[in-house]
C-alpha cells in the first residue's frame, strides 16, 4: 500500500516568510509524529498526534511552529516568520498507534527540506 | 542531555566483510530499540529492533545485540553489501509510550 507521504519535497523561503509542511499519513495509523534533522543531528521529535486526543507539542521549539491535524489524517506543519535556523529536513512519520513500543514502529516520508535564505 | 548516542560519524567497511555500527544509551527506562536506515532523498526506513528481554535479534544478514548491562546495542551487517551504504539511526523508547529517542546517525559506506 502507499506509504506516507510529504508535500512539498522541497521548499525555500525568504526569512520572515510562512511555510506550510504536508504529510498524508498512511491509511489507518492514527498517530502521526513530526520530526526535525538539522544538518549533523539525529531526528529532533517536536509533536504527536494520536486519535482524537490533545497533540502532544513538548518538542515544538518556539511558539512560532504549529501544526494541525484535520480529520484524523493530513497533518499541516506551519512556521511562522522563518529563520535561518529553521532551515532542517522536516520528517513525517505514521504509525498504526496501539500502544507504543514493540507493537507501534514508526514509519517515515521523504521528508521536505526546508532551507530560509 | 544526549540520551541516546552513535559516537562514530561514518564507517568504511569492504564489501563481503562485517559493519558493525554502535550505539549507547543512558536512560535505563528504555526497554525497546530500533534500526533505521537512511538513504539520501529519503526517510528512514525501519530496519530491525529489539526488546530488552532479549539480548540478539536477527533478520538475515542483520543482527541486533543488546547489552543491558552496558546500556550498549550494536548492528552487525554481514556480508556487507555495496547497497548498505546509508546512514544508520539508532533509537530508543519505553514501551506503552510513542516518543523514539534518535542518535545522530552513523554514516556506512561499504566500498566494492
Known amino acids: 500500500g502507499a506509504g506516507v507521504s510529504q508535500s512539498p519535497s522541497n521548499k525555500v523561503t525568504e526569512k520572515g516568510k510562512d511555510v506550510e509542511l504536508r504529510c498524508d499519513p498512511i491509511s489507518g495509523h492514527t498517530a502521526l509524529y513530526w520530526y526535525r534533522q538539522s544538518l549533523g543531528q539525529g531526528l529532533e521529535f517536536l509533536i504527536y498526534f494520536q486519535g482524537n486526543s490533545a497533540p502532544d507539542k513538548s518538542g515544538l521549539p518556539s511558539d512560532r511552529f504549529s501544526a494541525e491535524r484535520t480529520g484524523g489524517s493530513v497533518s499541516t506543519l506551519t512556521i511562522q516568520r522563518t529563520q535561518q535556523e529553521d532551515s532542517a529536513v522536516y520528517l513525517c512519520?505514521?504509525?498504526?498507534?496501539?500502544?507504543?513500543?514493540?507493537?507501534?514502529?514508526?514509519?517515515f516520508g521523504p521528508g521536505t527540506r526546508l532551507t530560509v535564505l | 542531555d544526549q540520551q541516546v548516542k552513535q559516537n562514530s560519524p561514518s564507517l568504511s567497511v569492504q564489501e563481503g566483510r562485517i559493519s558493525i555500527l554502535n550505539c549507547d544509551y543512558t536512560?535505563?527506562?528504555?526497554?525497546?530499540f530500533l534500526w533505521y536506515k537512511k538513504y539520501p532523498a529519503e526517510g528512514p526506513t525501519f530496519l530491525i529492533s529489539i526488546s530488552s528481554i532479549k539480548d540478539k535479534n536477527e533478520d538475515g544478514r542483520f543482527t541486533v545485540f543488546l547489552n543491558k548491562s552496558a546500556k550498549h546495542l550494536s548492528l552487525h551487517i554481514v556480508p556487507s553489501q555495496p547497497g548498505d551504504s546509508a546512514v544508520y539511526f539508532c533509537?530508543?523508547?519505553?514501551?506503552?509510550?510513542?516518543?523514539?529517542?534518535f542518535g545522530t546517525g552513523t554514516r556506512l559506506k561499504v566500498l566494492a
Open positions: 512519520a505514521s504509525s498504526l498507534g496501539v500502544g507504543g513500543g514493540s507493537t507501534d514502529t514508526q514509519y
Open positions: 533509537a530508543s523508547t519505553t514501551s506503552g509510550t510513542y516518543k523514539y529517542i
Open positions: 536512560n535505563s527506562m528504555f526497554d525497546y
